[in-house]
């Protein structure tokens, strides 16, 4: 497999555009996740999906954040319109839970994509 | 939620020595702890983890150990190489919550 994809790598915009970041999760991986990164707040967790539908969406900072997961394979962030605090390196991630022996589900390794670095002028 | 504080943010050491990276977290019902190596321009990679039924778990010349009672664990590297040197982030996942909170981050540099 070619990992968790993300695409675009780097994106350079104006602020009041629309921004949309694209991700493609690890084939058979049953959980998908947006974080952001900046050096001020670290690794925030923006949202997260089991099976395409949103479980947590809590950490999104705002209305002008959205995602969507259409299907298994793909998954969109958009931010409109996009401000200049919104500047970081957004990161896709995906994991597969695995159910132990005694058949209770546990938290399984999450494989990062190589992130979307925005910059909104 | 779940609250993850990490310790040292910068840590220096010599080529050969041992570095000890430090977490607390603040959600009793958490249950697995990872950590994550990130190089420079590059994605977070999981390096070890542990879950809380477990003390200490070791690969080669990483450990972890793990102290439920006083909600804290720890990374060691023992003899450091220049090639260890990157940002090493804990995390902690909630029971029945699949996702991560992480640390802030240790930024470690290994001298030659």
């Known amino acids: 497999d070619a990992g968790v994809i993300q695409s675009p790598r780097h994106e350079v915009t104006e602020m009041g555009q629309e921004v949309t970041l694209r991700c493609k999760p690890i084939s058979g991986h049953d959980y998908l996740f947006w974080y952001r990164q900046t050096m001020m707040r670290g690794l925030e967790l923006l949202i997260y999906?089991?099976?395409?539908?949103?479980?947590?969406d809590s950490g999104m900072p705002e209305d002008r954040f959205s995602a969507k997961m259409p299907n298994a394979s793909f998954s969109t962030l958009k931010i409109q319109p996009s401000e200049p605090r919104d500047s970081a390196v957004y990161f896709c991630?995906?994991?597969?839970?695995?159910?132990?022996?005694?058949?209770?589900?546990?938290?399984?390794?999450?494989?990062f994509g190589e992130g979307s670095r925005l910059t909104v002028l | 939620g779940e609250n993850v504080e990490q310790h040292p943010s910068t840590l220096s050491v010599q080529e050969g020595d041992s570095a000890v990276i430090k977490c607390t977290y603040s959600d009793s019902a958490s249950n697995y702890f990872p950590w994550y190596k990130q190089e420079l321009g590059k994605r977070p990679q999981l390096i070890i983890d542990i879950r809380s039924n477990v003390g200490e778990k070791k690969d080669q010349r990483i450990a972890v150990t793990l102290n439920k009672t006083a909600k804290h664990f720890s990374l060691h590297i023992t003899e450091t190489q220049p090639e260890d040197s990157a940002v090493y982030f804990c995390a902690a996942s909630q029971r029945g919550r699949r996702a991560l909170t992480f640390g802030s981050g240790t930024r470690l540099q290994v001298q030659p």
């Open positions: 999906f089991n099976n395409n539908v949103p479980i947590d």
């Open positions: 991630a995906s994991s597969l839970n695995k159910r132990g022996l005694a058949g209770v589900l546990s938290t399984g390794e999450l494989f």
